[in-house]
């Protein structure tokens, strides 16, 4: 058998030719080759499966990058003694939150902070 790797169409096609031959299914194959070719090419695309799941994965490392950057500039702040509000707009102009997002930011700290006992700890939960 010649290599089919990389060429999921031919993959297909030699999968039902040889059903075919074997006589698995062999008249429905006959009969609506095209459409169960179809459907097989377009159901599972393994490389956009496995490029969707790195965009996934980067997105998820991004984003909890994100939260454990702003959380440090909070504690940071916060231990300066800046007030809430001046954080909120530090937020806002430097990470591009909107000021109910910048102020959630903040209320999550505080509950966290409540939660360990004022302890630092090193979840990036923002």
């Known amino acids: 058998m010649r ?19 074997k006589g698995i299914l062999a008249d429905f194959l006959k009969k609506h080759r095209a459409e169960v070719k179809d459907v097989i090419l377009t159901e599972y695309d393994q490389e956009a499966h496995i490029r969707n799941e790195k965009n996934e994965s980067w997105q998820e490392g991004w984003e909890k990058g994100c939260r454990s950057v702003i959380r440090q500039v909070v504690l940071y702040h916060k231990g300066e003694g800046m007030s809430s509000e001046k954080i909120v707009e530090i937020l806002q102009n430097h990470f591009r939150l909107n000021k109910e997002d910048a102020e959630n930011c903040l209320r999550e700290l505080d509950f966290e902070e409540t939660q360990s006992g004022g ?4 979840t990036d939960s923002v």
């Open 3 to 21: 290599e089919i790797r990389g060429n999921p169409e031919e993959a297909v096609d030699m999968a039902v030719r040889e059903s075919i031959k």
């Open 119 to 122: 302890e630092n700890s090193d």
